[in-house]
């Protein structure tokens, strides 16, 4: 790859970070908890959550975003900041 094209890929990233969201993972003393993770192994890493609303869990880490973590059959399959609630469900039609 030439250094033009370096440039251009690298120019293109930092443009496009700001809307990178920072949901999809929680990180909670060291541990980070993605899609996939149980309810024990969530609660084992963060606790109790700050709230629960049936399958949504919203975990509030101090110094960060809320984010809530949705559950399908005592597994995490969806994890986003609470500031993305105005934005798309997730893909499995989860809204809390």
Known sequence: ???K?????VAGVILTAPFVSHAGSLECQGNIISPGATEQELLDACGEPTSRNGANWVYHVPGSI??????????????????SEDSPASPHGDNP
């Open 66 to 83: 809320p984010v809530i973590v949705t559950f399908g059959n005592g597994v995490a399959t969806f994890i986003r900041d609470v500031e």
């Open 1 to 3: 790859m030439n250094v």
């Open 5 to 9: 094209n370096r440039l251009i890929l």
